[in-house]
């Protein structure tokens, strides 16, 4: 399995005696948060143990094959996304807003006619099958859809939390539909299948799903972190935290001394530096194959109703992201949950990627697997949606963790710590980024 990944280089630059702030970690939120200092004109300096930004939100390119660290998918109706990056400088490849449900009896197509008109006749013909449920049913995942799409977030955020399994059942929603379509899908968002995530959680997920249309950039997702790096001077790559304290940053490249300092490392790190209580992380493994050919030329997301297997999902990757593979093959992400997958695991992946897809399998050629222990940040209910940022002492937090466990919740904790350092210097907050037109 060879790989070849494409680092940023380390800034050649000797690492400063002293900086108004520093910021510990170059993911989304140290960036975003980076970012909003600079642009008030402070002395800001960030530092990264790897060689490129991003954190959890990267991309290598292997033999030609441009594969993301685990699926990931960026939705341009984040409002935060739409805020501080150029969304039409990422050159957005969507993908359908539907999804395949594969079982014994075949491939089921649900879609939305909305944004997928083409998808519209097999999924007519899919809700004449029992297999997605009974019509009271899908009646009443429908509601409960709409519902979430349509109120504000501030008034789903009102209402009392309950993991989304139990609050599903008490709407009707715990039949097929639910245990066939729903549970797989929602499986490799939340990186559970109990429905023990928060409901307030899922249907703010659920709002963002229908307003807007997920996609790849074209150069992979580590061209979000790019964009948002190339507005932040002083980033040192390369450079590992040892102790982040009040008013002092140690690294093996020396030390820091700093009115304040962001940890915005991953949360396992973060609680490690700061000495806070553990965030709990859920898994997920991504394998990428490349196959001579497309075992289908659908384009969307594929979900096993039989539950056959450890796959949650599955996508031909290069039918609508047409940057990812060099050529006419085929590149196919698979995610399972867990970050510590086995020679067993792999052989059942292969085994129901071929009940899947409805093709053999055998000649797929396995080029990269992503084992990721802390992929995803854990949303137990009652959800937390704004957990503190600023510690006391000049010191602060950020990241997923302290808001919800997306791209916009790293976003919005980035701007969030960034307004409170600038409390905390005694200067006033940047004024927030108009909402631009997509």
Known sequence: MSEQSQPQPTLPRDLPAAADVVVVGAGLAGLACARQLARRGIDVVVLEAAEVAGGRVRTDVVGGFVCDHGFQLLNPAYPEVQRVLDVGALRLQPFPAGLVVAGAEGR?????????????????????????????????????????????????????????????????????????VVAPFLAGVLGEEEGASSHQFVQLLVRSFVRGTPAVPWRGMRAVPEQLAAQVPGIHYGVQVESAGPGLVRSTAGDIQARAVVVATDPKTATALLDLPAVQSRGLTTYWHVSPEPPTRSGALHVDGDRRGPVVNTVVISNRARSY?????????????????????????????????GRPTHWWELIRRDAIPEALTAMPAPLEVRRPVALGEGLFVAGDHRDTASIQGALVSGRRTADAVLAELGLPAVPREPIRSR
């Open 325 to 357: 593979s060099p050529d006419e093959r085929a590149l196919i992400a698979t995610t399972v949950l867990g970050g510590d997958p086995d020679l067993a695991t792999e052989r059942a992946v292969m085994s129901q990627l071929a009940l899947i897809y």
């Open 108 to 180: 089921k197509v649900l879609g939305d006619p909305r944004r997928s008109p083409g998808l519209l006749p097999r999924t007519a013909t899919s809700l004449l099958h029992e297999s997605t449920g009974s019509w009271r049913e899908r009646a009443a995942f429908a509601r409960w859809a709409l519902r979430a799409a349509r109120s504000k977030p501030e008034k789903l955020l009102s209402e009392p939390d309950l993991p989304w399994g139990d609050a599903l059942t008490q709407r009707g929603v715990s039949g097929a539909l639910r245990h066939r």
